[in-house]
């Protein structure tokens, strides 16, 4: 019985740390993909606040 209980919290604690690692990606992949975005779609200058009620940027 006591062999389960350490073989239970020895696969809860690795499948806490695996856990962790998928959040670190997660934040690195954001960054890519808003940098990606960022050269596909620039942002461009920002727009007349009279016009807009929202932050909104203008192209060209």
Do not use: R, V, W, Y
């Not at 073989?7 to 993909?33: P, R, V, W, Y």
Request: aromatic share 10%; glycine share 10%; charged share 25%.
């Amino acid at each position: 019985m006591k062999k389960i209980a350490i073989i239970m919290l020895a696969g809860l604690f690795f499948l806490g740390q695996s856990c962790n690692t998928k959040i670190n990606s997660e934040e690195e992949m954001e960054k890519t993909n808003k940098s990606e975005l960022d050269f596909i779609f620039p942002k461009g200058q920002k727009g007349p606040a009279e016009n807009f009620s929202g932050k909104a940027f203008h192209q060209g």
